[in-house]
């Protein structure tokens, strides 16, 4: 304690010192956007006291004089600077310059500092100069907007239209987009989708997001939508502390009854205490039937048939004499009466009249009342009163010196919860005559709670080496639950009710080193990731149950639907690594001419285990459900034995017991290895000219199978795969191949001034790319499971090979002195084996021989007059895939595809438009600032149809407009009244050229007010 006291000490006065100076800190670059590292920067009057720029072009200077200080900057092959500075004591001062060659004047700029990532300016600079074509959405914007996660900030950039928590980039889906965390892959937590769901990151701890839109070789190559990059908060230039909180309000939801279900003391923390776990290792499977063997067996008898060589399994052998020996051995037959058929028979009625059958079956099932009982009787949903929305953040950060060297920190965490609810959830499913199957309806809620934290560390050891450590805990916890009803026949009412829980939680560590060796002015770069991931489903229940109108009866199970609970548990743990070099040849100044090499090594290791329970009655229970009284049903005294007597003959028996639908296949593991190399030359051919491309070369094994069927050697298509009637074998899912990608850019400026003086660039960017989508683990496993989304069961396809995708663009892009920008980009991507999600036994996964998507982006930003600002982008898009129609057959467990027809169709996920609008009024002289934006994309196909008698399910356009107004009260303090989904546009989702809903649904209108105090 005294040591931890002591370094608490010692690092604040180490930063006591520091804040009594004061200090200039920038960022030095030349006018391509290139990091200068090694400029000096001295006192003129003084010049023992200066600084050099670092490996990131930074530089920091304290000044113990708070007079005016005249700065030299200088760097051969470039213009002396000086520059004119006063830093009072406890003062930052930022200052940024552009270095000019000497054919050009220095130019000091007010950009931000060691950049500001948060800010939209540092990222425009970053897309300028990049030679990939990029977008992006920064906290600037965010903040503007008022969105409360990633998921909701992105869907405002060009050609990205939401589905769900997931998104889609220029009409291509989630198995074309690669999401990643400061540039290293996390895991999905998801056994259906490639991608992390993107509202596990609150908008309050991220930076920004960077949308790169093509490819490069020192990137993954499994990408052809796009590759994002979710950046978390960087440590700031000084002293800084964030606080807000804000609360909600929803005219739909807010202090209503809604559905709901029985919680755990600690749902509001994002996870479950167990409360809806179970302990799966003390299931007792109850024998509803007991064979004679085990009848005796259970009387005592087990040593005298073992001395036999009896066992239940060849007792049928001799089934007569077996029975005979064990009634001389319970004393009812004398050994002298063993071929005495009439004694026999006498004996063996007094063996089924008397207690000897209900003692053996409670003997053998002396364990499955505890059992049952110990599931909870808690399938009938609650009503709760919905309280209001919540979020709390806080952040602080700085830099200071540790050693002598730089030292950046910042620690902040962010809690939310919030609500959801529809008290008019509506869904259909149809036929394939064309009538409807059923037409539910009812209330339906989701309650989101979750908290994030950040810890990021970075020290620089030397001016040319630095480090850095992230350290970022998520947790979420996701409770929804539905009370449906069926009248489609109005004779009977069905009733469905559903309680779902997932638990998701990610512990995500980061390691960077960047390093720079000036003999040689070569950087290097070295990252690394860690995830321990792991999602939960504890007690997935689905009840059905029925009203007959027509005989005023009510009845449950059997025919009448399952009762069934399940319980998932995925561990999905993932390793992440790149390294590279980058090594400047020709190098000019102005003209900047680098070689980078390097390679990357991911692994990834998943386990999935499922449990799958459900109630059935047993013989003589005389069960019945009186007045639709779900509780009194499934009351735990009926999970007990019963005894009574049928025709004279006394029985026992257990009214309700659990069923485990075990099976091997509910028992999986996967996992995938990705090595990858690559070349690639950045070379300013002439000042109006630059070329960057290069090959990656990446080779990947993946494999997923069953547990058992693994460890013992079972190969493809052995018989003793098959476990269900209903879905094909389990095969091992095997992907083990070497792909070359190669991608080319040229960027050309249009205009004749290519300095940095130039403020208004015109560029054109041409780029070729060749990439790749593999299958997931998921997909390659043959296991099928119960999806709550879609409410009905998925199954991979260990078939699948991998998308080959060439990719052509085309963009134009134009910035103004004003601050004004306009870009155009055209586009066109060709798949080969493009991989889709249809409808067949179940949900599955099929290769698309052809299929290609082409569109066009437009997207700028003008300044309107003082105060106002526009931000808009529109996509249009076509897609066309040519997909033969497939019947799956199955003929014990091997799965042959049968074709039906063939057609052409847009591309899975793909929405023909986005449109993006966002007006900004800023009145900085009172504080204020308002915003409005707007937000639609088109209609989208997102369930397909295996099926040409059921058609496929669009999602219609939705009109989604936000609002934020913010009001600052000095330096510090700013509050504001944000509005999400003013118009409360319902989801509706129909099947397409019928008038047929398929699900509809809206959360209504939000309300939000924040405070927050910034230092």
């Known amino acids: 304690m005294k040591k931890i006291f002591l370094s608490v000490l010692i690092t604040f006065s180490i930063y006591t010192v520091t804040v009594a100076q004061g200090i200039v800190r920038g960022k030095i670059m030349d006018a391509s956007g290139e990091t200068q590292i090694g400029v000096t920067i001295v006192v003129k009057s003084n010049p023992s006291i200066g600084t050099v720029t670092d490996l990131d072009g930074n530089y920091s200077l304290a000044l113990k004089d708070s007079t005016t200080q005249t700065l030299v900057v200088s760097s051969i092959g470039y213009e002396l600077v000086e520059e004119v500075v006063r830093a009072k004591k406890g003062e930052v001062i930022i200052k940024n310059f552009i270095l000019k060659s000497t054919a050009h004047e220095m130019k000091e700029i007010e950009v931000n500092a060691k950049g500001n990532h948060a800010k939209d300016s540092y990222i425009e600079s970053m897309k300028k100069s990049s030679s990939v074509t990029l977008d992006y959405i920064s906290s600037e914007t965010i903040k503007k907007t008022g969105d409360a996660n990633v998921t909701a900030a ?29 540039g290293l892959r996390i895991p999905t937590l998801d056994p259906f989708t490639n991608n992390i769901k993107l509202d596990l ?81 003390s299931f007792i499977q109850n024998i509803k039937q007991p064979t004679d063997y085990q009848q005796f067996v259970a009387l005592g008898l087990g040593a005298y048939y073992s001395s036999l060589g009896v066992t239940n399994e060849n007792w049928s052998a001799n089934s007569d004499v077996y029975y005979r020996l064990g009634l001389i051995q319970l004393g009812l037959l004398s050994p002298a009466q063993f ?50 929305d919540f979020s709390q953040s806080f952040s602080i950060g700085s830099q200071t010196k540790f050693l002598g060297r730089p030292f950046g920190f910042l620690f902040g965490y962010r809690y939310g919860s919030s609500t959801k609810y529809d008290p008019e959830y509506f ?20 309650e989101v709670n979750g908290w994030s934290a950040i810890a990021n560390v970075a020290y620089k050891f030397s001016p040319n080496h630095s480090v850095s450590f992230l350290f970022m805990p998520n947790f979420s916890g996701a409770n929804k639950a539905d009370n449906l009803l069926d009248n489609l026949d109005s004779t009977i009412l069905i009733y469905k009710k559903i309680q779902f829980y997932e638990q998701r939680k990610q512990m995500v560590y980061q390691l960077k080193s960047e390093h720079f060796f000036p003999g040689k002015k070569i950087r290097a770069e070295f990252s690394a990731s860690y995830t321990d991931g792991n999602s939960s489903v504890p007690d997935f229940k689905t009840l059905r149950y029925i009203y007959r109108k027509d005989i005023d009866t009510w009845q449950i199970g059997g025919d009448n639907g399952d009762i069934d609970r399940y319980y998932r548990y995925l561990s999905d743990n993932l390793f992440d690594s790149k390294a590279s070099i980058k090594i400047p040849f020709y190098d000019k100044p102005g003209l900047p001419r680098k070689l980078k090499l390097g390679g990357a090594y991911q692994y990834n290791f998943k386990e999935s285990q499922q449990y799958d329970y459900n109630v059935q009655f047993g013989n003589n229970s005389n069960l019945a459900l009186k007045d639709g009284n779900i509780d009194e049903f499934f009351d735990l005294n009926n999970f007990g034995f019963t005894n009574g007597t049928v025709s004279g003959i006394p029985y026992s028996t257990i009214k309700e017991y659990y069923v485990e639908d075990g099976t091997p296949a509910n028992h999986t593991f996967g996992k995938s290895e990705i090595t990858a190399g690559f070349l690639m030359i950045d070379y300013t051919i002439i000042p109006r000219l630059r070329f960057s491309g290069g090959v990656r070369i990446e080779h990947a094994d993946l494999f997923t199978d069953v547990f058992k069927f693994d460890s013992i050697g079972y190969l493809k298509n052995d018989p003793r795969r098959n476990y269900s009637s209903s879905f094909p074998l389990v095969n091992p899912g095997k992907l083990n191949e070497t792909n070359y990608l190669p991608s080319a850019n040229l960027i050309f400026k249009l205009n004749g001034d290519s300095s940095a003086n130039n403020n208004s660039p015109i560029n054109l960017r041409l780029n070729y790319s060749s990439s790749i989508a593999r299958p997931s683990l998921r997909e390659l496993s043959d296991v099928a499971q119960l999806d709550y989304e879609f409410k009905e069961f998925v199954f991979g396809n260990s ?86 129609r497939n019947r799956v057959d199955i003929s014990d467990g091997v799965k042959q595809y049968i074709p039906i027809d063939t057609l052409t169709r847009t591309m899975f996920g793909q929405a023909p438009y986005v449109l993006n609008g966002m007006l900004t009024y800023n009145a900085d002289s009172i504080g204020l600032s308002f915003t409005v934006s707007y937000n639609v994309q088109g209609e989208r196909l997102v369930i397909t149809s295996a099926n040409p008698f059921i058609p496929d399910v669009y999602e219609l356009p939705r009109h989604v407009i936000d609002a934020k107004v913010i009001k600052k009260f000095g330096k510090h303090f700013s509050t504001s009244v944000t509005v999400r989904d003013l118009l409360n546009t319902s989801v509706t989702r129909i099947y397409k050229g ?9 959360y209504g209108t939000n309300f939000l007010i924040g405070i927050s105090y910034k230092l």
């Open 994 to 1002: 019928t008038d047929f809903i398929y699900d509809e649904y809206s």
């Open 427 to 446: 869904a259909s499913k149809i036929k394939a005559d064309g009538t409807r199957e059923s037409l539910f309806s009812g209330p339906h809620s989701e």
């Open 799 to 884: 078939d699948l090979k991998t998308v080959h995708i060439n990719n052509y663009d085309l963009r134009l892009e134009s910035y103004f002195k004003s601050g004004d920008n306009i870009s155009i980009s055209l586009l066109y991507k060709n798949f080969k084996n493009h991989i889709e999600l249809v409808r067949s036994v179940g949900l599955t996964w099929q290769n698309v021989d052809h299929s290609y998507v082409a569109g066009v982006e437009l997207e700028g930003k003008k300044i309107l007059g003082k105060h106002f600002e526009f931000r808009g982008n529109c996509a249009y898009l076509k897609s066309q895939t040519k997909f033969v």
């Open 201 to 281: 990151f609150p908008a309050s701890l991220v930076d920004n997001v960077i949308i790169t839109k093509t490819e490069s070789p020192d990137l993954p190559g499994d990408f052809a939508g796009a590759y994002i990059s979710v950046e978390t908060k960087d440590y700031p230039e000084q002293l800084a502390i964030n606080i807000e909180t804000s609360v909600g309000y929803n005219n739909q939801t807010t202090f209503k009854d809604i559905v709901s279900s029985q919680q755990s003391s600690t749902d509001w923390l994002g996870f479950d205490n167990n409360f809806r776990d179970h302990n799966h290792d």
């Open 339 to 388: 071929n005495d058929n009439a004694a026999y028979q006498v004996a063996k009625i007094q063996y089924i009249t008397g207690p000897y059958s209900q003692q053996a079956f409670q003997t053998i099932n002396a364990n499955v009342p505890e059992s049952g009982k110990s599931f909870a009787n808690n399938w009938n949903t609650i009503s709760r009163k919905a309280p209001l």
């Open 154 to 182: 992105v869907a405002r950039v060009s050609g990205v239209s939401t589905n769900g928590s997931f998104i889609t980039v220029r009409g291509i889906g989630d198995r074309y987009i690669k999401t990643a965390i400061n």
